[in-house]
């Protein structure tokens, strides 16, 4: 067992001198996370203005510090650590702050190894949800070069040696309890089991982001991560976009007004403005010579019939019409019946917008219409349709980390069913999402055999780097959705319901991109892997950095999570300003449970309701729970029960 040591700091925080005792404590190393740590207690409930406290000696049990001892250790405000202490005691003297346990306990992270930051708020990032802290600092700059901090000699400890061995500290975490040091330290193994030291200094690297979002809600983490990473953002994008405004130059080291629809100039004014989407974009970096995966494998992605048909015995399955006309001419002619219901949908689009399952002629035929004038008013005129087979079986929403051709993370969630999916639905009801929960339910034999269908698709589309957010149905999977105790969610077939054949998995779509913003939030936080950290990584051709960032926590994910999708019930104008916050903070308690969520409809906004064309909800939540899947459900269906906003 490690000794204890005893010291007393100095500070003047407030105008006045304060004397605060403090306990440290030098944990042993640990071989699966690059660093070693040192534990601080400082109690706060003996801070004195004029007394002293002895250090320098082991505190043994039933043996406090005492005495007077004529020095004190003066807090270095200037430094990493001492920032940070400072800012928790100033935390703790505002008025209404509870000070738990009367103390400050604090664990700082030391390298047991020199090299280079590879991301600078690694540990507020990995910590996200961790049960036990209140918070978490990283101390490093991007980039920052790193030197080992020798693990002191115990054997002959010094009285000013404790700001010394701090000052080497990369990070601090303070916990809620000094009861919680030891559970956190062996947490530590599991979130930073990963080489978040490089060997090398990773070079500098500028990207240029095409079409800034929507907002800031919708894309802090974005620049954030950008920023962490030591990468330069130059934003390019309309004239009048809100990230252009100076108040967001610390976010972009640049903006660049130009026209970004997708028409036929579009690569050459990319090209333009970066010396100066997707497909085009990819074209851009071929002719700059960035690095990028194939323009070809885009436009096999982007386009739902052509990567329908390079699936080996699956396209065959695939209708391609390329107007409403020639639909029209087909069921018109001696051609072979369609086996109802289908599924009809743009050849190009996103988001499952005009996107039917029908189950007649007439249903086709308003479908295909309305999926075939999707794209009428954009640059991008695509009248064309696809008709392929609805397909029984849980649908499921992948993400695929690529390095080199080889699958460095893979996850899945579980994608409840839509109104569209029921047996009788109306051919406008919407494949919009409802909820959507993680890690899947599914077996491990059916992950395994959708992960290598979907190892294989990307490799024939040409793609060999990349994050990629995927969707598809489990075809004869031995679970269902179906009701049990009152409990909705997937079970296990019984009896007849069996499958007849071994599961295969049937690709709806692949999207060369990392998920949406939702998705993107709700996997870092539950497995700890940034997607928009390596989409970046991968633009610049930094793998080595990519494939150490795709590294997930080392025992799994760290709770169920459901990302509950708040539906728009009714047409109108929103009334409520923040519908999802109001909701959270209305009912003690949901915050906790809770730890992402976004307002899409703000007040003033308005609704479409439920028979909108295009994807259109209130908001999402993303609810979880420590205990299990079905508790994490439950919660989320009683928000969606319960939750309500004004309309005008």
Same mark, same amino acid.
């Given at each position: 067992m490690r000794n204890t040591y005893a010291c007393s700091i100095y500070t003047d925080i407030q105008t006045k001198g304060m004397i605060i005792p403090l306990e440290w404590k030098i944990n042993p190393p640990?071989?699966?996370?690059?660093?070693?740590?040192?534990?601080?207690?400082?109690?706060?409930?003996?801070? +004195? +203005?004029?007394?002293?406290?002895?250090?320098?000696?082991?505190? @043994?049990?039933?043996?406090? !510090?005492?005495?007077?001892?004529?020095?004190?250790?003066?807090?270095?405000?200037?430094?990493?650590?001492? $920032?940070?202490?400072?800012?928790?005691l100033r935390h703790l003297s505002q008025p209404g702050a509870e000070i738990?346990?009367? +103390?400050?306990?604090? &664990?700082?992270?030391? /390298? #047991?190894? +020199?090299?280079?930051?590879?991301? *600078?708020?690694?540990?507020?990032?990995?910590?996200?949800?961790?049960?036990?802290m209140s918070s978490a600092r990283s101390f490093l700059q991007p980039r920052q070069e790193i030197h080992h901090a020798t693990l002191p000699n115990e054997a002959h400890p010094n009285a000013f040696s404790l700001p010394e061995i701090l000052s080497n500290a990369v990070g601090g975490i303070v916990v809620k309890s000094a009861d919680a040091l030891d559970q956190l330290e062996t947490e530590l193994d599991n979130r930073l089991a990963f080489p978040w030291i490089s060997p090398r200094c990773p070079p500098f690297r500028r990207i240029a982001y095409v079409k800034g979002r929507w907002n800031m809600d919708h894309s802090k983490r974005i620049w954030e991560a950008a920023s962490a990473l030591g990468i330069a953002v130059v934003i390019i994008d309309e004239e009048g976009h809100w990230l252009q405004d100076s108040q967001w130059e610390h976010v972009r080291e640049g903006f660049i007004p130009v026209n970004v629809d997708t028409d036929e100039g579009f690569v050459e004014r990319l090209v333009t403005a970066v010396r100066g989407r997707m497909v085009q974009v990819a074209l851009a970096c071929e002719k700059l010579g960035?690095?990028? !995966?194939?323009?070809? =494998?885009? $436009?096999? %992605? %982007?386009? &739902?019939? &052509? *990567?329908?048909?390079?699936? /080996?015995?699956?396209? =065959?399955?695939?209708l391609w019409m390329p107007s409403i006309e020639h639909l029209k001419d087909f069921l018109s002619s001696d051609s072979p019946q369609i086996q109802y219901p289908v599924v009809v949908k743009p050849c190009i689009g996103w988001g499952s917008e005009c996107i039917s399952k029908v189950h007649n002629e007439r249903e086709l035929i308003q479908a295909a219409t309305r999926a075939s004038e999707? @794209?009428?008013?954009? !640059?991008?005129?695509?009248? #064309?349709?696809?008709?392929?087979?609805?397909?029984?079986?849980?649908?499921?929403? $992948?993400?695929?980390?690529?390095?080199?051709?080889?699958?460095?993370?893979?996850?899945?969630?579980?994608?409840?069913?839509?109104?569209?999916?029921?047996?009788?639905?109306?051919?406008?009801?919407?494949?919009q999402e409802t909820f959507?929960?993680?890690?899947?339910?599914?077996?491990?034999?059916?992950?395994?055999?959708?992960?290598?269908?979907? @190892?294989?698709?990307?490799?024939?589309?040409?793609f060999r780097d990349g994050v990629f957010n995927c969707e598809g149905r489990v075809r004869y999977s031995c679970m269902q959705f179906a009701s049990h105790d009152g409990q909705y969610d997937l079970f296990e077939k019984m009896g007849d319901e069996a499958p007849p054949q071994k599961p295969t998995f049937y690709l709806h779509e692949i999207n060369a991109r990392p998920p949406g913003y939702y998705g993107n939030v709700a996997s870092n936080l539950t497995y700890g892997v940034d997607y928009y950290a390596l989409d970046i990584l991968c633009a610049v051709g930094d793998m080595q950095r990519f494939r150490a960032l795709a590294q997930p926590f080392r025992l799994g994910p760290q709770w169920w999570l459901v990302i509950t999708v708040i539906p728009e019930e009714k047409e109108g104008i929103m009334k409520t300003e923040d519908a999802c916050g109001d909701f959270i903070r209305k009912f003690p308690g949901l915050e %906790?449970?809770?730890?992402?969520?976004?307002?899409?409809?703000?007040?003033?906004?308005?609704?479409?309701?439920?028979? =909108?064309? @295009?994807?259109?909800?209130?908001?999402?939540? *993303?609810?979880?729970?420590?205990?299990?899947?079905?508790? $994490?459900?439950?919660? =989320?269906?009683?928000?969606?029960?319960?939750?309500?906003y004004e309309l005008t």
């Open positions: 640990s071989e699966l996370r690059y660093c070693w740590t040192v534990d601080v207690v400082f109690n706060v409930h003996l801070v +004195s +203005s004029a007394g002293e406290v002895n250090y320098s000696y082991p505190v @043994h049990e039933g043996h406090k !510090s005492s005495g007077n001892c004529p020095n004190n250790i003066p807090l270095d405000a200037s430094s990493p650590w001492g $920032a940070y202490v400072i800012d928790n738990l346990n009367d +103390s400050i306990t604090i &664990k700082f992270i030391f /390298p #047991d190894r +020199s090299g280079f930051c590879i991301r *600078s708020d690694f540990l507020q990032r990995r910590l996200e949800g961790y049960i036990g960035l690095p990028t !995966s194939p323009s070809a =494998a885009f $436009a096999i %992605a %982007a386009d &739902k019939f &052509k *990567s329908r048909q390079i699936e /080996p015995d699956e396209g =065959a399955d695939a999707r @794209h009428s008013t954009s !640059s991008v005129q695509r009248p #064309d349709i696809m008709i392929e087979p609805y397909i029984e079986g849980p649908e499921i929403d $992948a993400n695929v980390v690529l390095a080199d051709g080889e699958i460095v993370f893979f996850e899945v969630a579980d994608d409840f069913p839509s109104l569209a999916d029921r047996e009788q639905n109306k051919w406008d009801d919407p494949f959507m929960v993680l890690p899947t339910r599914l077996p491990q034999n059916e992950v395994e055999e959708m992960k290598n269908s979907l @190892h294989r698709t990307l490799l024939r589309q040409g %906790a449970v809770i730890p992402d969520y976004m307002t899409y409809k703000k007040g003033g906004s308005r609704l479409d309701g439920p028979a =909108a064309s @295009h994807q259109s909800f209130v908001g999402y939540m *993303s609810v979880i729970s420590r205990q299990n899947r079905e508790d $994490a459900l439950q919660l =989320a269906r009683r928000i969606r029960r319960d939750f309500v």
